[in-house]
């Protein structure tokens, strides 16, 4: 194969899940290294370039029909080098083959791992992916070098020690296309799991104490319902944080859970519990603490096509946010059919993100969408509601998930005025930017 000619037998132009058309077969392309990629680059010197990966983002980060998409499908092993303290991986490596070669050598990330991890290191880097706990930033901030190829064709590196570093921490593939990424890796640890059931009063009251007193805390609200269902999670070998008496009255989540699955069959009209939308719902009924490293723990995700949602609140506006949302949610006829899903995170190194130099929590949303890609009345317009009531709390989007741009002050992003100049100075024929990006960084 050259890079000169398109693969459409093997090259999706989908979203993940094909509720979206992001690209087209007679101008989508592999390229396998650098050098090819460069071969493509100037063989079609007009053409703007979509890069694609893993394709979970929300499909409007992805459009590329208006170019050539273009998929890195390196040759060989996608783990390249791993030492005690560093691993370099591929673009396309996914996260799965990252965790599962470093945890074979009784190494991990100093980060905790998204649920999903299907998605390229790369692609993942791109959009913001993060999980929780105060002790660490997004997934970016475990990376120390990052290897890219501009739109002229030539391979770079930026390491940690670089300024501009911060901008490739998260650069919604407008930067050039990453070939390769080093990140650090530590010593693998158990950890404890305790879960409960209590108050969403509770929850508005406790979050800053779970926090205080455990490594990872993850909760899931009911707003309706006033019930929060959290996860505390420490190192095995250490303390382990009490029950909290005030859960004691609160534990039975299961006539929730039931009406939740029901209303999410009306709205996609399938009310199979065995289906993706339910079986999420449906893993709360295990309420059974656990022990395990933080992949058993937290990589628990089930895909299933739906608009997801989040938004960074800091840290500090929890409780406030918190209790506005509260009324937003209880003022609408629609009624989410996902739990609100609550991650804070400590301060971030990424120039775009919502936790750039600051903690943050990010409170996430799901609606689950119809087979043909559509979603329930009122869903939609309940998101808007959602968002411009985070932004008052100084709440800043997942890039890679959906949002209304207009909703949100961005130019409050600090950096990011050095953001647009070093996209400008890297690509000043705008090759990697979407319709889309431009809009939202209104370049």
Request: proline letters at 6%; charged letters at 20%; one cysteine or more.
């Amino acid at each position: 194969m050259t890079t000169a000619e398109p693969t459409p037998a093997t090259l999706p132009t989908t979203n993940w899940c094909a509720t979206a058309t992001i690209a087209s077969p007679e101008r989508s392309y592999a390229v396998a290294d650098a050098a090819q990629a460069a071969e493509l680059f100037a063989a079609r010197p007009d053409s703007r370039v979509q890069l694609l990966g893993s394709r979970f983002s929300h499909p409007a980060l992805l459009e590329g029909t208006d170019g050539m998409a273009v998929h890195l499908r390196t040759r060989g092993p996608k783990v390249l080098r791993l030492d005690a303290s560093t691993v370099t991986v591929t673009g396309d490596c996914t996260l799965t083959e990252l965790w599962e070669h470093v945890r074979d050598w009784g190494l991990t990330l100093p980060v905790c791992p998204p649920v999903i991890t299907e998605q390229t290191v790369a692609g993942a880097i791109a959009t913001g992916t993060h999980a929780q706990g105060l002790g660490e930033g997004l997934l970016a901030d475990a990376v120390t070098a990052v290897a890219y190829v501009d739109a002229a064709g030539q391979e770079h590196e930026v390491t940690a020690d670089q300024e501009e570093f911060g901008a490739f921490l998260l650069h919604l593939g407008c930067l050039g296309l990453v070939t390769r990424l080093t990140l650090a890796v530590r010593p693998n640890t158990r950890y404890h799991c305790v879960k409960y059931t209590t108050s969403g009063t509770d929850l508005q009251q406790d979050f800053a104490l779970w926090n205080a007193r455990s490594a990872h805390v993850k909760a899931w609200w009911w707003v309706d319902e006033d019930r929060a269902h959290v996860w505390e999670v420490n190192p095995a070998a250490g303390p382990q944080p009490p029950h909290d008496h005030l859960a004691v009255a609160h534990t039975d989540l299961n006539p929730i859970l039931a009406a939740t699955q029901a209303r999410l069959g009306d709205d996609t009209g399938d009310h199979n519990n065995d289906a993706a939308p339910q079986r999420t719902v449906g893993r709360f009924y295990d309420y059974s603490d656990v022990e395990g490293d933080l992949v058993e723990i937290f990589r628990n995700g089930i895909p299933a096509p739906q608009v997801n949602m989040e938004v960074g609140v800091p840290l500090d506006r929890f409780t406030a946010a918190a209790a506005d949302l509260r009324a937003t949610v209880g003022a609408s006829p629609f009624r989410l059919h996902y739990p609100v899903i609550l991650r804070p995170t400590g301060p971030s190194q990424a120039w775009l993100s919502s936790a750039y130099g600051r903690a943050v929590v990010w409170f996430g949303f799901v609606v689950y969408q119809r087979p043909d890609g559509s979603v329930a009345d009122g869903s939609v317009e309940l998101l808007g509601d959602i968002q411009r009531t985070l932004a008052t709390h100084g709440g800043l989007p997942h890039w890679g998930k959906y949002f209304d741009e207009a909703r949100f002050d961005l130019a409050a992003l600090p950096r990011l005025a050095d953001f647009r100049a070093v996209r400008a100075r890297l690509d000043p024929g705008r090759r990697f930017l979407s319709a889309r990006v431009a809009q939202v960084l209104h370049v």
